[in-house]
C-alpha cells in the first residue's frame, strides 16, 4: 500500500530547509566558486575553484593547515583566470605531500606546456595568496 503525504508536515520541512540553507550574499558568506593566487617562489599563478569544497581547502591552507600542496590537472590556454601563462589548472585539491614529478615553478611549467608533470601539476612550495569569491 503506498504511503500517504503528509502535506502541511512537507511543506513546514520544505520552508525550514529554505530558511536555513545558507543563503548568504555577503562578501564573507558561504561561496561555491573563487580565483584562488597562489605563490611560488617570486612566481605567481591563479585558479578558479569551482565547488564550495574547494574554497574551504584553499582557505583551510592559506591559514596553516597541513594539505597545502594544490594538485591540479593542466590544461591548455590560460583558463581566463591564469593571466599571463598559455595553461591554466582544472579540478584543484589540496594534499599534504605529493610526488616531485609535477613540482615545478610556473615560468617551467610554461617552458614544457600541459604536459608537464604527465599533465599535474603540485607545486610543494605554493602558498594562497588570496581568495576572491566569484559571483
Same mark, same amino acid.
Given at each position: 500500500?503506498?504511503?500517504?503525504?503528509?502535506?502541511?508536515?512537507?511543506?513546514?520541512?520544505? %520552508?525550514?530547509?529554505?530558511?536555513?540553507?545558507?543563503? /548568504? /550574499?555577503?562578501?564573507?558568506?558561504?561561496?561555491? %566558486?573563487?580565483?584562488?593566487?597562489?605563490? $611560488?617562489?617570486?612566481?605567481?599563478?591563479?585558479?578558479?575553484?569551482?565547488?564550495?569544497?574547494?574554497?574551504?581547502?584553499?582557505?583551510?591552507?592559506? #591559514?596553516?593547515?597541513?594539505?597545502?600542496?594544490?594538485?591540479?590537472?593542466?590544461? %591548455? &590556454? =590560460?583558463? &581566463?583566470?591564469?593571466?599571463?601563462?598559455?595553461?591554466?589548472? #582544472? /579540478?584543484?585539491?589540496?594534499?599534504?605531500? %605529493?610526488?616531485?614529478?609535477?613540482?615545478? $615553478?610556473?615560468?617551467?611549467?610554461?617552458? $614544457?606546456?600541459?604536459?608537464? &608533470? =604527465?599533465?599535474?601539476?603540485?607545486?610543494?612550495?605554493?602558498?594562497?595568496? #588570496?581568495?576572491?569569491?566569484?559571483?
Amino acid at each position: 500500500m503506498p504511503q500517504m503525504i503528509n502535506a502541511p508536515l512537507l511543506a513546514a520541512v520544505m %520552508a525550514a530547509t529554505l530558511l536555513t540553507s545558507g543563503c /548568504d /550574499d555577503s562578501p564573507t558568506g558561504p561561496t561555491d %566558486a573563487a580565483i584562488v593566487t597562489f605563490g $611560488v617562489g617570486n612566481e605567481t599563478f591563479r585558479a578558479l575553484l569551482t565547488t564550495r569544497e574547494q574554497v574551504r581547502a584553499a582557505e583551510a591552507a592559506r #591559514d596553516g593547515g597541513r594539505a597545502s600542496i594544490p594538485v591540479g590537472r593542466l590544461g %591548455a &590556454g =590560460n583558463g &581566463g583566470v591564469n593571466t599571463g601563462w598559455t595553461w591554466h589548472v #582544472d /579540478d584543484v585539491t589540496f594534499v599534504e605531500v %605529493a610526488i616531485e614529478l609535477c613540482d615545478a $615553478v610556473p615560468s617551467y611549467v610554461e617552458s $614544457v606546456g600541459p604536459s608537464f &608533470g =604527465n599533465g599535474q601539476y603540485c607545486p610543494w612550495s605554493a602558498r594562497v595568496l #588570496d581568495i576572491d569569491p566569484v559571483s
